[in-house]
């Protein structure tokens, strides 16, 4: 079983939609939890990052960590055709080692 | 410029060949790491570096090495290239000291025929 699991998609969506990426992980240890975005043949970059359970909020993204059920969620108000992308959920118990998500792929269809 | 630069940004080998993928930072960190992606399986953790001194093998070391010739580079190698090893590689930086972020470079293509 991996450690993350994240469905790969892909996801298509309509101009202004609200849409919700979602992982599961096995390890309770896990403390820190992110969301990184990845545009097409550049690295991933960090989006939000949320430390055990609760919700951010930033801007548009709002991202959840439900901690009892080992879950963890990123939703995209009002989606826009730049926010077209490749979202992976990373996970971490607070040392060096990040464990990532396979990554959601994600369209917005102006 | 970019702070994490990876060099080349594509590569075609044949099956056999030795390749050096390098990469340079100037973001100041002492953490450096060597991943892989492919589809449906995320980012695969190659080898890392706490410091120029400081290496290890990640979850996939077997057939690539690395050097750490400074702080701010860090080269991985394919000693004897073979097809399962086409895929995209990126690099990272992190600072110890921050909220464990990972800065990524722009990635390399590599494909081995």
């Known amino acids: 079983q991996k450690e993350v699991e994240q469905d790969p998609g892909p996801l298509s969506v309509p101009e202004g939609a609200i849409v919700s990426l979602n992982c599961t992980y096995s390890?309770?240890?896990?403390?820190?939890f992110m969301w990184y975005r990845q545009y097409s043949r550049k690295g991933p970059e960090l989006l939000m990052y949320?430390?055990?359970?609760g919700n951010k909020e930033d801007g548009r993204f709002t991202a959840q960590v439900d901690k009892s059920s080992k879950y963890i969620s990123l939703f995209i108000r009002d989606s826009q055709p730049s926010d077209s992308a490749t979202y992976l959920c990373a996970v971490n118990t607070g040392g060096f080692k990040t464990i990532f998500g396979a990554g959601t792929r994600l369209f917005v269809k102006a | 410029d970019a702070d994490v630069t990876q060099t080349p940004r594509n590569r075609i080998t044949k099956t056999g060949k030795r390749i050096m993928l390098e990469c340079s930072q100037t973001?100041?960190?002492?953490?450096m790491y060597w991943y892989r992606q492919d589809p449906g399986l995320g980012l695969q953790l190659i080898y890392y570096s706490f410091d120029v001194k400081d290496i290890n093998k990640g979850e996939i070391s077997d057939g690539y090495s690395v050097s750490r010739q400074a702080q701010a580079k860090f080269s991985l190698s394919l000693e004897s290239a073979i097809p399962n090893q086409t895929a995209l590689y990126f690099c990272?930086?992190?600072?110890?000291?921050?909220?464990?972020?990972?800065?990524f470079g722009p990635g390399t293509r590599l494909t081995v025929l």
């Open positions: 973001k100041g960190h002492d953490r």
């Open positions: 949320t430390y055990s359970s």
């Open positions: 390890n309770s240890a896990f403390q820190y």
């Open positions: 990272a930086t992190s600072d110890p000291w921050g909220d464990n972020e990972q800065f």
